[in-house]
């Protein structure tokens, strides 16, 4: 299987990038599927599933998580701390997982799936978190080794590197079972950024698109954006997921520590036009939606 990490390729412009900002902002509007905003609650605004959050014990009881947050010494809602209003703030590692319910609010599709995740995140990863992987936020199915979508920091470098990957089935692309870090960047389905710029006095955007999961072609991609600019595309991968749907999540805040604000995700891959309106808008994405 090819796998092909271009670290400063942005997909190819549509028709979408030669519209309007307000025309943007309908398109962008028809294909939210899920909003957690923090403003007054950590259950989404808008939601096409189950709004409310949830907490296992870990990650393996997911089933029979019940409604609401972890412990505040471990996560809580912090008024007019956000990018836009209120952020949820992670104070430290914990094994019990927060999370939001698939398969609506992911736009899951088991046939060829594209989509979109966006949040805001405020941290210094350096200086903040503690050792190993972090994973500010993953699509996750029943098992890590049946297909995941993430975000992380890296467990050991320094400065701490960072990545979005898209994982599908283990044994499809990693049959060999090999050590993430004793890869090499050509066998890994990710995009690097090996200094990046995350600060606890600023917020960043971060935005990932993905196209061509579970067509059964090596033609799925992902794209990450920074700040609304592109920071790479990883291309040509055969993206099989095998998830039971009805165990599929959005997780978040995997062993970090720092703010996350403003978290949506859309049913298809953004433009980069699209990619920067995100970016832009001066309420975030509450602007897309009517009032819960």
């Known amino acids: 299987m090819l796998g092909l990490t271009l670290a400063a390729t942005s997909p190819a412009p549509r028709a979408a990038e030669t519209e309007n900002p307000n025309s943007r902002s309908e398109t962008l509007r028809s294909a939210l599927a899920f909003h957690a905003s923090f403003d007054t609650t950590a259950d989404a605004d808008f939601a096409r599933g189950d709004r409310r959050v949830y907490t296992a014990v870990d990650s ?9 947050l972890p412990a505040e010494e471990f996560v809580r809602l912090v008024p007019a701390a956000g990018r836009h209003g209120g952020a949820l703030e992670f104070r430290g590692q914990t094994k019990q997982q927060l999370f939001y319910r698939g398969p ?28 190993g992987y972090c994973d500010p936020f993953q699509f996750v199915g029943q098992k890590w080794g049946e297909g995941a979508l993430f975000i992380e920091f890296t467990k050991d470098h320094d ?98 520590t720092g703010l996350i604000d403003d978290v949506a995700i859309f049913d298809r891959e953004l ?22």
């Open 60 to 68: 393996g009881k997911r089933p029979a998580a019940k409604p609401g």
């Open 104 to 131: 609506e609010n992911l736009g899951y599709r088991p046939g060829a799936w594209a989509g979109s995740v966006s949040l805001w995140l405020k941290l210094d990863p350096d200086r903040d978190l503690a050792p």
């Open 159 to 256: 400065p701490r590197h960072f990545r979005s990957g898209i994982f599908p089935v283990t044994k499809f692309w990693n049959p060999q079972n090999k050590k993430l870090e004793e890869m090499t960047d050509a066998e890994r389905p990710m995009v690097f950024v090996r200094r990046p710029v995350f600060s606890r006095e600023r917020w960043t955007h971060v935005l990932i698109t993905f196209a061509h999961l579970n067509s059964g072609q090596p033609d799925g991609r992902g794209t990450l954006y920074l700040d609304g600019e592109p920071a790479g595309t990883a291309a040509g991968w055969t993206h099989t997921f095998q998830w039971d749907a009805a165990q599929s999540a959005l997780t978040l805040g995997l062993n970090y």
């Open 271 to 292: 433009t980069p036009a699209e990619a920067r309106t995100v970016f832009s808008l001066p309420r975030g994405i509450t602007a897309l939606h009517p009032p819960p």
